[in-house]
């Protein structure tokens, strides 16, 4: 388990984008960076098809990161640093020569080329904007963090991972945090397509995990906190501004890991396995 230093140097926000031509991309792909600018990418296969292990180590398929020039900053294999790899999707560490750019830059265009394509994918990040989503959340990481250094956090009560994930950090009923997943779960995911049976599957399912975090082997505050970092901030942020399918993924995505079974149908989830 982190550290304190090493739980805030890992801050990352999530960002959902759009290929700049759709017509010629049908992938999706999430970024996620970090105050020191280390990036990760999730790339997401079509609703076609899969993005399969032995298609994806292809030195053929390129990862090539752009300045706001046009410059050719990294052009590298695609699958030169991918982590975990699902049956659609798969999660990449972007190069370090990426950081100067996200810090820097205005913006930067990470194109994805791939074995028999004819045309690129190609996305483009909003650095200016994405710095200033960064000092926000460094600004309130940083105060929730003095708060519970000078013992100003309540022990959590409640029987649900959002509160007591809040409720550990001090913060009240009334946060960011909870009044815009509260938002978000009445006023869009309770009006989507099975939006109800998945609130309600929350419910059954949030007790059973919360009373497993509050009984680990180590800290249990310390883990209510990494999935405040991981998923509660960071999906409260995507629904404040917006990105409402974000949101959604990350919410999916922390259930998924924490119950370990797939909220949507209750099947069993599969453990991302590493590339070899």
């Known amino acids: 388990m982190d550290g304190p230093g090493e ?5 990352r926000q999530p960002a959902r984008l759009a290929p700049i031509d759709a017509k010629s991309c049908d992938l999706g792909l999430e970024f996620q960076v970090n105050t020191d600018f280390d990036a990760k990418i999730f790339v997401q296969g079509s609703t076609e098809g899969s993005l399969p292990e032995e298609f994806l180590v292809k030195p053929e398929n390129r990862l090539i990161a752009k300045n706001p020039a046009g410059t050719v900053i990294v052009d590298e294999a695609l699958c030169g640093n991918c982590t975990d790899i699902y049956d659609d999707q798969v999660s990449i560490v972007l190069p370090l020569a990426t950081a100067p750019l996200l810090r820097d830059e205005k913006s930067m265009e990470l194109v994805l080329k791939l074995s028999g394509k004819d045309d690129d994918c190609s996305f483009n990040i909003d650095c200016v904007t994405m710095r200033k989503a960064l000092d926000w959340a460094a600004e309130r990481r940083d ?5 519970q250094e000078n013992n100003e956090c ?4 409640g ?3 959002t509160t007591a994930c809040c409720d550990v950090l001090g913060l009240d009923d009334d946060c960011f945090e909870l009044r815009t997943l509260r938002r978000y779960r009445d006023d869009v995911l309770a009006k989507q397509p099975g939006g109800g049976a998945l609130i309600a599957r929350y419910y059954a399912l949030a007790p059973g995990i919360l009373a497993r975090l509050r009984t680990a082997p180590d800290d249990p505050a310390r883990s209510l906190l990494s999935v405040y970092a991981r998923f509660v901030l960071p999906a409260a942020l995507a629904a404040r501004l917006g990105l409402n399918a974000l949101a959604y993924r990350l919410y999916v995505r922390m259930l998924n890991e924490l119950a370990g ?5 209750g099947a069993r989830a599969e453990a991302p396995r590493p590339l070899q």
């Open 7 to 11: 739980r805030r140097q890992r801050r």
């Open 143 to 147: 105060a929730l963090a003095e708060k």
């Open 154 to 157: 309540t022990s959590p009560e």
């Open 159 to 161: 029987c649900f991972i």
């Open 261 to 265: 079974t797939d909220i949507a149908t």
